[in-house]
Structure formats: structure tokens, C-alpha cells
Nanobody
Framework: QDQFVESGGGLVQPGGSLTISCAAS????????IGWFRQAPGKEREGVACISSDDESTHYVDSVKARFTISRDNAKNTVYLQMRNLKPEDTAIYYC????????????????WGQGTQVTVSS
């Protein structure tokens, strides 16, 4: 079954940094745009960052621009999200998903969702 396996989450203090990973299982990443999403308690899942398949251009939601960096390593079949200057409002379960469309695709066009990794920002 095609699926992502997210890892690297944890508890971090405000202002701290964390890098989370997303490994593809059962398929190769090369031809997919990959998005990182997050869902906080009581809130809808939102797109955070996305990296395209062709030119590896990156896209971010305004709330994380200049703090988060998405990258991919097709040889390792893994996508990363480096997070800096973390804030309590970044607390959420983080998921990654793929699409054969570009990063502007609607969330319903993303698939192969994993179980997510919990990121908690608290002092």
C-alpha cells in the first residue's frame, strides 16, 4: 500500500527548531509534488508547505514563511520539513501527502497520507 511514514516530531520550546521527515513506502517520490500539512485540535487540516516534482520549487503558507524549509531527497525517497523559531501555534500533527498535480492542487487531490507526527511547542 502506498503510504508515507512521518517521523521526528516531539516537544520543543518556543523559539526552538525541529526537523521532521516523511519517508515514502511502496512508491518512488520522483514524479510527485509533496505537501506537508498540519492539523491542530479542533481545527481543519491546513497546507503548510509544498515542493514540486520538476524544478523543486517550494511554496509556503504565510504563517510559516521564513521559518520553515521543505526539501526532498529522491534517492532516499524522503521529504523533510525544517522548522525554526517555532511558536505555540505551530503545535499540531504534521502529515505529508503526494499529488501528481502541482502544488496548487486542492487538498482532495493529495493522497497516500501517513499517520502523522506530533509537534508540540510549549515551555
Amino acid at each position: 500500500q502506498d503510504q508515507f511514514v512521518e517521523s521526528g516530531g516531539g516537544l520543543v520550546q518556543p523559539g526552538g527548531s525541529l526537523t521532521i521527515s516523511c519517508a515514502a513506502s511502496g512508491f518512488g517520490l520522483r514524479y510527485f509534488a509533496i505537501g506537508w500539512f498540519r492539523q491542530a485540535p479542533g481545527k481543519e487540516r491546513e497546507g503548510v508547505a509544498c515542493i514540486s516534482s520538476d524544478d523543486e520549487s517550494t511554496h509556503y503558507v504565510d504563517s510559516v514563511k521564513a521559518r520553515f524549509t521543505i526539501s526532498r531527497d529522491n534517492a532516499k525517497n524522503t521529504v523533510y520539513l525544517q522548522m525554526r523559531n517555532l511558536k505555540p501555534e505551530d503545535t499540531a500533527i504534521y502529515y505529508c501527502a503526494r499529488t501528481l498535480f502541482n502544488c496548487a492542487a486542492a487538498r482532495t487531490n493529495f493522497g497516500a497520507w501517513g499517520q502523522g507526527t506530533q509537534v508540540t511547542v510549549s515551555s
